[in-house]
């Protein structure tokens, strides 16, 4: 073996585990490796997993937050509108450098798969994407980077995107993007998603939209993809973020959308920090949460998983491409801390995510690729109870990242 790990834990399995890798999957898991490999990690009981997904991430425009004027109202129109500022002039160096940054993080707090939006409109025209795509390649053979073809400023109510948005995947983009919920009509709402998967299907690609991203209970646009997904024949081929909207339909309606959903294997995106921060901020009290129906999607075994979304930029000042924070988030805002929640938690950033994306080989069975965290702690409710990054952080078989964390105590 090239490389051995040793008395691990592992999610859902009693005991203390070896696990042997050889050259970038692993060969073996068993209660004692015989073997010694080439090199050897002390888990000590620690938990290993396989490394993070972050699913939803926006890199061309992170990190604007530290050039940008300073947000007056975090309005969606102002989020938007501070983003035109910077990317009328965008670089691709300038978009691969703010983007590493990010990248950097995500990697120290073990995310080694990013599923990256870059805009595509007629403000940046095809920029964004050129940069997202310069930035896969930079970071090639060291993570797996996506790239979705996103329509920031939507379809129909900014004409010339459709062209635009058909070059992008000539360009080599991973993943149709959409944000039908940006329209100004519902029947622009279903042209919209109409649209992107003649898209999809064209080039025999996956869609990821941004749906229903306000807490106004007339967006309706899940419904619809939902239904556009199984008479397309696209089961399990389709994610949809936010969907804050279906917190705040009736019921009835809520658990009709809902089924549809499990229907057509759509998988929701919930990004707690944004949609905390940004939904229901103009309620009067009682102010709404801003995330969507998480509990009862989980109830219905919807496939749900959960993203960072934000890396200080125009829309969130925080964010550190960290998901391990995500996941203490969703707790949070869901409501989810009993432990069998914790764990369902724990597979939205992981096995959730990578069913989403459709990731080959993830796991932690012998054959899956040798992705793994070795965590700070000896369960995931530890892990999020103390928010320390992961110890090492595994990539195709190689450390990749290690966190040493000095903390001294002086009693007086
Ligand atoms: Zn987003």
Redesign the pocket.
Known sequence: MDLVIRKSRLQGREGSWDIGIQGDRIAAVAERLEDQGTEEIEAAGRLVAPTYVNG?V?LDKCNLGDIMRPNQTYSFRECLEITWEHKRTYTIEDIVERASKAIREGILHGTTVFRV?ADVDTIGGLRPLEGILALKAKWQGIVHIEAVDFPQEAILRDPGTKDLMEEGMRMGADVVGGLPWHEHLDEDVRAHIDFCFELAKKYDKDLHM?VDDTSNPNSRSLEYLAVKTMRENYHGRVSA?HCEALASYDEMHAHKVMDLVKNAEVSICC?PH?SLALIGRHDQEPIRRGITRVRQLWGKEVNLFSSQ??VNDPYYPFGRNDQQEVAAYLCHAAHMTFPKEIEAVFDFITVNAARALRLQNYGLTPGCRADLNVLAAPTFQHTLRLQQPPVWVIRSGKLLAQNILTRELHMG
Request: proline share 0%.
């Open positions: 939803h926006h939006f941004l973020s990004n944004i979304d934000d």
